[in-house]
């Protein structure tokens, strides 16, 4: 064995040593090798080309055009071709037979060629006993395998026995004599005929025998399974079933809630809102300070060492360390979080538990699941309480507190503390009772439209089709057909929905504009009353769209203002009015710059400014259109000249011109030099009720005759609308020059005459103004820059050195530099290729020509 | 109708001297108001005619011996009397009839005023250049009506003086109109100053000879017209004193202004003699004050015009009135250009800038972009301004230092004072002037701003620039309304019951 062993290593070993001989033979010629000589030879580089072997390359070279390029030129402008493809034809080792196997085996694999491993089923068709098992599984024929006897061709036993083996003389004596051979073979076939008749007589009566049983079994049937049935209410009836069976079928069968919509207690609820609002109303505060998104947070401290290349270490949380009772050591900020963190983790388990669960279950309930899905309606319907309807009042209220919440915290995060949180918060409260009632009122309203009206309204195609639902209705009931056309019409429902609920917006709009210019309005149904109603649903379709509702807008906008353009002295009617309006319900109008509100200022501004008050109604419009500043800056406390111009105007029309004096306190706001004293009351006023009365509509739509009772809401309005702007304004450096012309015009106005509300709220603007005075100013000094530092002369360090330098280039660029570099290098390639096959061509063409 | 039985009775008149009564049919039709303009017309053909085939003219060599009254000599005598006759109606007509009359018997009367000079009335011996002066001197006068305005014959009257001979005989009309008068009432004066607007001072030195083109009564080959420089100089000088003595309302005052800036002023004799005037005007506020500035610019920068507080009076110029003048973008520039200088102190140029910053509190946006840029130049002028927003020592002050009431720039104590004003208007409603706003926070460009280009802006072009800047994403808010009322920041339902 061991000497076997050696041998073959042995030769093992031989082998190795032979074949870099076998190699070594084919040492080339020196002179066919091409060196590339390298100028320094440089470690660790890969020399992969410093030898070329240009014979030889050559020679594959052709070798490889003879084979591709050689044939295509040979079938060149040939359409047809012969192509044998008989199996081994070409093949000269193989003989007639083995040809003849090879297509007879690659026949019979194409038979059993199976196009997939896994298809079971397809190709190849099982059979049992000649028939295809499928034909079996029918189960027409009733016989079963039993009754079927084999039918061999076989001899009986006996006759085996006797014919094939009985032979000799052991049975022979006893026979009665012997018979011929032909005799008994005669006789032997005779029997078996017989027994096989018998036999097949016997079959065929005991088929007969079954389908007779059978058809009569069917007649049967009805009676017996009816009677089977009485039989077992008897029974059910007698036993009553276990309850604990009831209850655990109930069980097994009862709707199961998905994981993923759990029933959110109330606080969740709330809290979730409460995140989903402090997330709005950071973003917002970031628009209003005209701050990008994506701007980094500025960091709070910065080292000196600090050398601006973007590097910070990752500071620790400040820990508050502090001992409690026990005199155990707690950390303050950590804890809370991790708390939060942990019951996280639980509900997540538990979501993940419950989902597992559902997904076991749920094929087996498919029954259930559409009741799944109506519980899922409703959940969301829950879940976003602001878009379901006035039904649920109880969210509404709830709603109502958190945005007040809500106010408080946004006080705080702008850090206006100094504000006067009183008035404000009386204010609030004043506005909250004010809502409650209006909304129960608007209930009732709803209520008794909602009964009225059908219930599915189609969403029209045309604006004309809107009017013609439309028109006839008073506002609540529009408000109604509004929101179930977009129920029957929300945008999931359906393809086409998204577009045509868009295209409603802008009828709306439409719609908004016809009311507001038309004149023959009943009573109650004014642009304002119908804006009041249909605002929510407004808001809805301009929620679906925001891209839409924003252009909408700022082309009525820019037609409104192409209208004023034409008569730029007078100011707008009340189909301005309204859109501005609107504005401010649509969008979030603190923002820095918005592309509708902006222009809308730009508007307003344009109107108070340019516009020649002549009229009582000029005098409202424009008080209207100032409270719309307010409006749209009560959030945001900007400052615009125009208002503070147009209220001091409206105050000095207050100031009777008549007294000697004649003060030209020229404010560039243009007054009618008839409505110079359109605002001076004619005696003292007798209202004496502290009832403040509320500019109305008819101020706005008519010129009203000048009685005392007009000039005294203008005024109050007037002073009122002051001391909003005064708080607002009351901060920056230069407030007392703003408001300083209203002071010397108020001190010119007759108080005397005023009611004793008006009087009060003078005095208090006086104050406030005067308290303005009394602000220390601080010089401006712009703000301390850090020093640049010196640039560090460090060496550079790059990550993966691959020899030579990169230009400094952007990721993009770099890749491009790279395909284009490698694209040049293809290009190259295939005009050296192409030239190499012209000249192959051409040299084949040369040696055709010369033999012929 | 009417036109076509005139013209054939025009003609025919001029075929034969038998039908002479029709030129007194045609005459006598000039009464009737409905066919003024037809009468004017076939009267123009006539007289056309007539004064080509000089039947017109009077023949001295017959006058010379008047005893032989030959029917002649009595044709043309009447002709003339009809020809002087005609033109006497036809300056009735321009100063009654309605505006298209007047217009028709205008250029009627300049052509008959060409054809006559070219073949004049009187016959002449000597080959002098002639125009009929006494001709267009009623002319002259019928413009100037002290009734009722005459723009449009005026604007008419332009189109001649585009005729060197016609301008140079217009200006030695006026000074002798001018002269007549003492106090002329206010239409008068309009009237005058929109001549003088509308008519150009004739250039120097144009006498070349081929300019029979250009001349209304010259013919090719007839004498040239010279026309007299110095001789132009005297009258306009004589009608310019004479012009500026009389007494003017505020309009005339205006207009007068601007005839001098756009006109005369580069043509007198002397300008510096204006300065008194143009210093009073300047006291009288409004636009009128804006053009006595630009004189007063033109005379410093042109003749060297020094005078004491021109900068006190500019400085007073600045008050929330002007932005409602349509001057306004024209003391944005001459102030522009009157604070361009280095060598002014400090102290005047930082109260310039604290009171244009004291204006933007009342200044509409279009107003404000311009003030902001302009005050940025002027601290690029004038380094030392920095102080106006970056204090050298910081600390805090009760009261404003700043004197809005002193009316002398030096003594307002601006330099004391800091641009407050711009730190509010970092909080004005308009995003883009809150951010123009912000320049005194930053580190001050080396260039200066280009003011020119948004001088003349409007409201209008703030709306469609804010209109036109391309927002990815418009954001909406997201309280749902249920009503009117805002559920915050809600105002309108304050103080207005809308529904």
């Known amino acids: 064995m061991g000497k076997v062993k050696n041998k073959a290593k042995k030769k093992r070993m031989s082998d190795r040593v032979v074949k870099p001989d076998s190699q070594k033979k084919k040492v080339l010629n020196p002179f066919e090798i091409h060196v590339n000589r390298q100028k320094y030879s440089i470690l660790g580089r890969k020399t992969k080309n410093d030898k070329g072997l240009p014979g030889i390359a050559r020679a594959k070279a052709i070798t490889k055009r003879k084979k591709t390029l050689l044939q295509e030129f040979r079938i060149k402008d040939k359409s047809n071709r012969f192509l044998d493809r008989r199996i081994g034809e070409k093949n000269s080792a193989m003989t007639a037979e083995d040809r003849i196997m090879a297509r007879f085996t690659v026949e019979r694999m194409k038979m059993h060629n199976k196009k997939s491993i896994f298809n079971l089923a397809d190709d190849e068709i099982l059979t049992h006993h000649g028939q295809t098992l499928n034909e079996i599984e029918k189960f027409d024929d009733p016989r079963s395998d039993d009754e079927e006897e084999e039918e061999t061709g076989k001899l009986d036993s006996t006759f085996v026995e006797d014919a094939h083996f009985g032979g000799g003389m052991l049975k022979r004596s006893s026979s009665e004599g012997h018979t011929s051979r032909k005799d008994l073979i005669d006789q032997l076939i005779a029997e078996s005929k017989i027994r096989k008749a018998e036999k097949q007589r016997a079959r065929e009566q005991t088929i007969e025998l079954t389908e007779k049983l059978d058809t009569e079994w069917k007649d049967l049937l009805p009676v017996v399974s009816a009677s089977k049935t009485s039989l077992n209410n008897v029974v059910d009836n007698d036993d009553k079933p276990d309850s604990y069976d009831t209850v655990m079928r109930q069980l097994k069968f009862e709707a199961r809630g998905k994981p993923l919509d759990r029933l959110k207690s109330e606080d969740e609820l709330a809290r979730e809102e409460k995140e989903r609002l402090e997330k709005l109303e950071r973003e917002r505060l970031q628009r209003m300070r005209g701050l990008k998104e994506d701007l980094v947070p500025e960091r709070k401290h910065r080292s000196a060492d600090d050398l601006d290349d973007g590097f910070e270490v990752e500071s620790e949380e400040e820990v508050m360390m502090s001992y409690n009772a026990d005199g155990e050591l707690e950390m303050n900020t950590n804890h809370e979080l991790e708390q939060d963190e942990k019951q996280d983790h639980e509900q997540d388990e538990e979501r993940e538990r419950n989902s597992s669960h559902s997904s076991e279950e749920s094929e087996q309930f498919d029954d259930n699941d559409e009741e799944d899905e109506d519980n899922i309606d409703d959940l969301s319907d829950l879940k976003n309480v602001y878009h379901s309807d006035d039904e649920n009042t109880e969210n509404k209220g709830h709603l109502i507190i958190l945005s007040e919440f809500f106010l408080g915290m946004v006080a705080e995060n702008v850090n206006l503390e100094t504000m006067q949180s009183t008035d404000r918060n009386y204010c609030e409260d004043r506005t909250e009772n004010k809502i409650k009632i209006d909304l129960l009122a608007r209930k009732e309203m709803m209520e008794r439209a909602r009964s009225e009206l059908p219930y599915t309204f189609k969403v029209p195609d045309t604006y004309e089709e809107l009017q013609a639902v439309l028109c006839v209705q008073s506002p609540h009931h529009q408000a109604v057909i509004l929101e179930r056309m977009m129920k029957c019409n929300h945008p999931s429902l359906g393809e086409g929905m998204k577009d045509r609920l868009t295209n409603l917006f802008g009828f709306l709009l439409q719609h908004l504009q016809d009311t507001a210019v038309s004149t023959e309005n009943e009573e109650g149904c004014n642009c304002f009353a119908v804006l009041d109603s249909i605002l929510p649903h407004l808001y809805d379709l301009s929620q679906i769209t925001p891209q839409n509702t924003g252009h909408c807008v700022a082309d009525i906008l820019k037609e409104k203002q192409q209208d004023f353009r034409a008569h730029c002295n007078s100011f707008p009617g009340l189909d301005t009015l309204v859109f501005l309006k609107l504005i401010s319900h649509l969008f979030p109008t603190s923002d820095f710059r918005h592309p509708v509100v902006t222009p809308a200022f730009v508007f307003i501004c344009q109107m108070l400014h340019q516009c020649r008050v002549k009229t009582t109604q000029d005098i409202a419009t424009g008080l209207f259109l100032v409270t719309l500043i307010l409006e749209y800056t009560v959030l945001s406390k900007r400052f615009s000249p125009a208002v503070v111009n147009f209220l001091c105007g409206v105050l000095d029309m207050g100031v009777s011109k008549t007294c000697a004096k004649l003060v030209s306190v020229v404010y560039p706001v243009h007054i009618a030099g008839k409505a110079r004293n359109l605002l001076v009351l004619s005696e003292p006023s007798t209202v004496s009720n502290n009832e403040t009365q509320l500019m109305n509509l008819d101020d706005l739509q008519e010129t009203l005759p000048e009685d005392d009772s007009f000039k005294l809401r203008a005024l109050h309005t007037a002073v009122k609308l002051l001391l909003e702007f005064c708080c607002h304004l009351e901060n920056m450096s230069a407030s007392y020059h703003i408001f300083k012309p209203v002071l010397t015009t108020l001190k010119q106005l007759e108080v005397v005459k005023y009611p004793s509300f008006l009087q009060e709220d003078i005095k208090s603007v006086i104050s406030k103004v005067e308290k303005m005075e009394q602000q220390k100013l601080q010089f401006l000094v712009m703000e301390k820059k850090k020093p640049k530092a010196l640039r560090l002369y460090e060496p550079r360090v790059e990550e993966v050195f691959d020899g030579r330098k990169r230009r400094p280039m952007g990721r993009e660029r770099q890749e491009h530099e790279k395909l284009l570099h490698k694209y040049k290098r293809e290009m190259k390639g295939a005009i050296r290729e192409i030239r190499r096959d012209k000249s192959f061509l051409a040299k084949l063409k040369l040696k055709q020509t010369l033999q012929k | ?499």
């Open chain 2, 1 to 499: 109708m009417l036109s076509k039985e005139l013209r054939t009775q025009a003609s025919e008149f001029l075929k034969s001297r038998k039908n002479a009564n029709n030129l007194i049919s045609i005459i006598s039709l000039l009464e009737n108001e409905g066919n003024v303009q037809p009468c004017i017309l076939a009267l123009e053909m006539i007289f056309t005619e007539v004064l080509k085939r000089r039947e017109i003219c009077r023949d001295f060599t017959a006058a010379a011996n008047e005893h032989e009254v030959n029917a002649e000599t009595k044709y043309r005598v009447w002709l003339l009397e009809c020809y002087e006759d005609t033109f006497m109606r036809l300056l009735s007509i321009m100063s009654k009839h309605k505006s298209s009359m007047q217009l028709q018997a205008l250029t009627t009367m300049m052509k008959l005023l060409s054809l006559e000079g070219k073949y004049p009335v009187d016959y002449r011996e000597n080959q002098e250049y002639y125009f009929p002066v006494q001709k267009l001197r009623p002319i002259v006068l019928e413009l100037l009506s002290s009734e009722c305005s005459r723009e449009n014959l005026i604007a008419r009257f332009q189109e001649f003086t585009a005729y060197e001979d016609v301008l140079y005989y217009v200006w030695k009309l006026l000074p002798t109109i001018v002269l007549n008068k003492k106090q002329p009432n206010e239409t008068f004066i309009k009237n005058f100053l929109s001549l003088l607007d509308k008519i150009p001072v004739p250039k120097q030195g144009v006498g070349n000879k081929d300019n029979w083109e250009f001349v209304l009564c010259g013919k090719e080959g007839g004498p040239d017209f010279v026309q007299n420089t110095d001789h132009l100089h005297k009258w306009l000088n004589r009608v310019w004193s004479a012009v500026i003595r009389w007494e003017h309302s505020p309009a005339t005052h205006q207009q007068l202004l601007v005839v001098l800036l756009e006109r005369i002023l580069p043509h007198l004799d002397k300008p510096l003699l204006l300065t008194d005037y143009l210093m009073d005007s300047l006291d009288m506020g409004g636009a009128v004050s804006l053009l006595a500035l630009q004189g007063i610019f033109i005379l410093i920068k042109n003749h060297n015009l020094e005078y004491p507080n021109i900068y006190g009076k500019l400085y007073s110029m600045f008050e929330p009135e002007i932005f409602h003048t349509k001057y306004k973008a024209r003391l944005f520039y001459l102030s522009d250009m009157f604070l361009s200088s280095t060598h002014l102190s400090e102290h005047l140029v930082a109260a310039f800038a604290k009171r244009l910053a004291r204006l933007t509190l009342v200044a509409p946006p279009q107003d404000i972009h311009i003030i902001l840029m302009f005050i940025g130049n002027l601290v690029l002028r004038h380094p030392g301004l920095k102080r106006l927003f970056n204090h050298p020592t910081g600390g805090e002050v009760s009261l404003d230092p700043y004197i809005m009431e002193e009316r002398d720039p030096l003594k307002s104590q601006a330099i004391e004072s800091s641009l407050w004003e711009l730190h509010a208007l970092q909080n004005h409603i308009l995003p883009s002037i809150a951010t123009a706003a912000k320049f005194i926070n930053m580190p001050l460009p080396s260039v200066e701003w280009d003011m020119s280009k948004i001088l003349e802006n409007s409201a209008d072009d703030i709306f469609e620039k804010e209109m036109k800047k391309k927002v990815k994403e418009i954001t909406l808010t997201f309280d749902r309304p249920q009503s009117l009322t805002l559920s915050r920041g809600e105002r309108v339902t304050q103080y207005w019951t809308l529904t």
